[in-house]
């Protein structure tokens, strides 16, 4: 095999050397069928409904987090030359971390918001008699099995390669940080995050904030990071090494986060993306509703991906495989070819864009939260039979740091910077920080409407709401 090469919008040309064992392998694993599914699956869903150019894949961030992963894989070798880090290199642990940030993503499922919060609705519904919160599996976990799985394909040439699959899964998989090589896979300043913030930045247009990310890799410094989580009291430390910034490239650190939530506000949260991925989910709960109601879905056969796959214990590692976004889709043409009732509606909608109406309740009342409260009362009273159905409330909380529940509770995923004596302060704690309130939250709480005249109602409630 000869050395090969990918040309990427972001990190401009991609080699896969050939005197590197390691990329070879992982040109190999792009020829994977469980990798190749990425190229069917969108990283963005459904934002090109409001971003036209947001058509991006997963297998596209793939090779992109791969070749942030071989720099960050250098950094911590440098670290170590320079004796800021005690120990020897780890080569073959470096190799899982490479692999495994190529691997990262194999498991995600098509539209992924909207798909895992339909699947956490419908597994809600199912065990509605058993107490404690619902458990699904998330994209990791089948990222996981994918790479363990002994028919597929990835498996054989990472042994190929002198890599044990089981490892490479287990980074993936675990949520908690092992050593500075998991760091380069899941941290505050991992592969992953270094090539999503650049690429869907670049593809949506979005200017706001900037990511200096030559001087960010040139400063980045490894560390033993206190990950103990921010509301444990009076616990021992957890101290785990993990990448952080030198002091000097604080600035640009501040940038970095920021370009991230604003990719959060004007992207990812953008009103109408989050109204088309309702309705996405409302068609996957209403799918599965029909195969337990009905036995069946009209217009789609009884072998179709997703008929299978929201079957009661439809949720294997082989019905999870078949799907992607053109399964996706293609559904949504039957249905509005040869469905009916809600699901007929839905699909038409979705495929000629007629998307839902939205009232934004921090709009509605901003700087009221009282008001905000009382509003969103008198609408889900008032629109409680139709919740769910025609109706939908969506809500999230945002910090600097991302989601509420994604990382902004992960002490790993904190923004660390190196002072001078190398003391470690939480980017946000710096004296001289021009970012505060890392922890302060942002609710985004909206309600979409089919009907133009349930939508009308809610502006009467609105307007007469004191």
């Given amino acids: 095999m000869t050395t090969q090469r990918v040309r990427d919008p972001i990190h401009d040309i991609i080699v896969f050397d050939d005197r590197d064992p390691v990329d070879m392998a992982a040109w190999r694993l792009l020829d994977t069928p469980e990798v190749q599914r990425l190229r069917r699956v969108k990283q963005l869903g459904v934002s090109e409904f ?8 997963r297998f596209a961030h793939s090779i992109g987090v791969y070749h942030n992963a071989r720099r960050l894989v250098g950094l911590i070798q440098r670290e170590i030359e320079l004796e800021r880090v005690e120990g020897e290199f780890d080569a073959p642990r470096a190799k899982v971390a490479k692999f495994a940030a190529l691997l990262h993503d194999v498991g995600h499922g098509p539209f992924s918001h909207a798909f895992e919060e339909a699947r956490k609705a419908i597994a809600k519904e199912r065990d509605a008699g058993e107490s404690g919160a619902v458990k699904i599996h998330k994209h990791e976990h089948f990222s996981a099995e994918m790479i363990k799985n002994p028919a597929g394909t990835i498996g054989a040439i990472l042994t190929d390669g002198g890599v044990d699959p089981s ?3 287990d980074l993936i998989d675990s949520e908690t940080p092992k050593d500075m090589y998991h760091a380069v896979v899941s941290s505050s300043f991992d592969a992953d995050r270094l090539d999503y913030l650049m690429r869907d930045r670049y593809i949506t247009g979005i200017r706001i904030g900037g990511i200096d990310l030559e001087w960010l890799m040139d400063n980045v410094r490894v560390a033993a990071i206190d ?3 921010p509301d444990s009291e009076g616990g021992e430390p957890i101290y785990q090494h993990s990448f952080c910034l030198a002091y000097k490239a604080r600035e640009a650190a501040e940038d970095f986060l920021l370009a991230r939530y604003r990719l959060y506000t004007n992207v990812y949260f953008h009103k109408t993306t989050r109204g088309f991925e309702q309705l996405i989910s409302c068609i996957f709960r209403f799918i599965a509703e029909r195969v337990v109601t009905d036995g069946r879905v009209a217009g789609l056969t009884e072998d179709h991906p ?12 082989e019905n999870y ?5 053109t399964v996706v889709w293609g559904a949504l043409h039957a249905l ?5 009732g809600e699901l007929k509606t839905i699909a038409s909608r979705i495929l000629s864009r007629a998307k839902p109406l939205c009232i934004d309740v921090q709009h509605a009342f901003p700087d009221a939260p009282e008001r905000q409260r009382r509003l969103k009362h008198r609408l889900n009273d008032r629109f409680k039979g139709k919740l769910n159905r025609s109706v939908f409330l969506d809500t999230a909380k945002l910090t600097l740091y991302g989601e509420i529940g994604a990382d902004d509770k992960k002490a790993q995923k904190r923004l660390m910077i190196q002072l001078a004596d190398r003391e470690l302060k939480e980017i946000t704690d710096c004296p001289d920080a021009t970012i505060t309130g890392s922890t302060k939250e942002r609710p985004f709480e909206r309600y979409y409407f089919l009907d133009a005249a349930d939508r009308t109602v809610a502006q009467e409630i609105i307007d007469a709401l004191p």
Wanted: charged share 20%.
């Fill in 227 to 229: 990950f103990s989580p």
């Fill in 167 to 169: 490892h490479v899964a």
């Fill in 50 to 57: 409001v971003y036209p150019s947001a058509s991006h894949t």
């Fill in 321 to 325: 495989s078949a799907l992607d976004d």
């Fill in 306 to 317: 997703l008929v299978r796959f929201f079957s009661p214990d439809g949720e294997t590692l």
């Fill in 336 to 340: 509005a070819r040869g469905g009916d």
